[in-house]
């Protein structure tokens, strides 16, 4: 029984190897050998599971359970399965070696689940009565499909109307004029990475990888640059992001109005189109006190926008995943989620406390970059207008 057993995996073995130029690529096609491997190798009887999760439990949930456990309502998900259904990806419903394909929507509720809690593989293979490769696999080809289909849709600059829009929402919160978005670096734990560690560990001593984003006075991602290790300097991240390489080619397309910008802190450059807070020498007078109080009030909404997402999807608190660069195509995705739920008018209470954005971010070094750098005076000049501004019209 043992030798024809063994015969039997070795055929199999070899048809996949043979097929093998019908995968998408070399990650899918270990994660199915991966499963197969699970397959043959483990008892039928050995890893009891649940089975029917999806197809008799989850019909059941009263919606704020669904909500809890997805970490989105059933009508947004809904709109979630309905652009899956466009998506042009063999992957996903492939069926092969006798294996039935997983439905779609089953993907989707494992890699939401996913998201949104701490659960290992392990955990989520035991809930969803599948094999642990089979739900590492399914969370990677969701992740990669959201972040090719719905990211740039999700995820994009104001435009019209919407300019005009943002610019009065930030106006509203302290009398700031003329601002388009706040920007900040969120360090997002990841598990130690085997290779060049030393370079991902941040100032508080934990590995990390750094998401760069951009919202408006709601919240809503505007845009979003993630991959640089721990260790590097906010920035720095900026200089290489794409949004910095779009601002220098064509700054109108990221600000269609004259003489709008957006906000960021001391680590950032002062900029004519970033604006930063004064530096304090312990003698700043009263009026550059009252441009930096403006400042912060109106730049924190990228704090809050920050603790929104860790506490929707609460992988973003520590990513447990061995492979690095899978890690920022699912950050990504969280945030593309999270602009899903907010343009879809998604409950925010709950998820945010009175002090929403204590203690969960790691600060970069303030950098005097006039006294380092130089002064840019058209951008100096801007500020003390708007300081002037600030002090003779604004609620400080």
């Known amino acids: 029984m043992a030798a024809l057993y063994t ?52 019909p059941l949930h009263y919606d ?26 063999p992957s996903l419903d492939r069926s092969r070696g006798g294996r039935v394909a997983i439905p779609v929507v089953n993907q989707l509720l494992i890699t939401l689940w996913y998201l949104g809690t701490q659960e290992t593989f392990r955990q989520l293979s035991d809930r969803f009565g599948v094999a642990e490769s089979t739900v590492h696999g399914v969370v990677r080809k969701i992740c990669r499909c959201i972040s090719f289909y719905l990211r740039h849709t999700a995820i994009q600059r104001p435009r019209g109307s919407q300019v005009d829009r943002i610019r009065r929402g930030f106006e509203n919160i302290k009398g700031f004029p003329d601002v388009l978005g706040a920007i900040d670096g969120s360090h997002i734990p990841i598990k130690p990475p ?54 220098q080619s064509n700054p109108g397309d990221m600000f269609p109005m004259q003489g709008t910008h957006i906000l960021g802190d001391a680590a950032y450059p002062l900029n004519t189109w970033l604006l930063t807070p004064y530096k304090d020498y312990s003698h700043m007078q009263q009026e550059d006190r009252n441009y930096n109080y403006c400042h912060s009030a109106t730049r924190m909404v990228i704090e809050r926008a920050f603790s929104l997402l860790k506490e929707r999807w609460r992988r973003m608190k520590f990513v447990d ?11 990504i995705v969280s945030c593309v989620l999270h602009n ?5 008018n998604e409950d925010i209470s709950e998820l945010l406390g009175d002090d ?11 950098i005097d970059y006039l006294r380092l750098c130089g002064a840019d005076f058209e951008a100096v000049g801007k500020r003390d207008q708007i300081k002037q501004y600030i002090n003779s019209h604004a609620r400080v």
């Open 7 to 58: 015969s039997v995996v070795i055929s199999v073995f070899e048809w996949i190897f043979a097929d093998i130029k019908e995968f998408d690529d070399e990650e899918d096609f270990l994660d199915d050998l991966m499963e197969l491997g699970s397959l043959l190798w483990t008892r039928e009887d050995s890893k009891p599971r649940i089975l029917g999760y999806v197809e008799k439990v989850v």
């Open 340 to 344: 899903i739920c907010l343009s879809h």
């Open 194 to 247: 085997s290779q060049d560690r030393d370079s991902y560990i941040n100032r508080k001593k934990f590995s990390s990888l750094i998401l760069q984003a951009v919202c408006d006075h709601n919240m809503f991602f505007l845009d979003c640059y993630c991959g640089w290790p721990g260790s590097v300097h906010d920035a720095r991240v900026l200089r290489n992001s794409d949004l910095f390489v779009r601002i």
């Open 321 to 331: 995943v061995t492979r690095v660069k899978e890690i920022p195509t699912m950050i």
């Open 356 to 366: 929403d954005s204590a203690g969960t971010e790691v600060n970069d070094l303030e």
């Open 64 to 89: 704020q359970d669904f909500r809890r456990h997805f970490r989105l309502s059933r009508s947004t998900f809904d709109v979630l399965v309905h652009k899956a259904s466009t998506w042009k990806e």
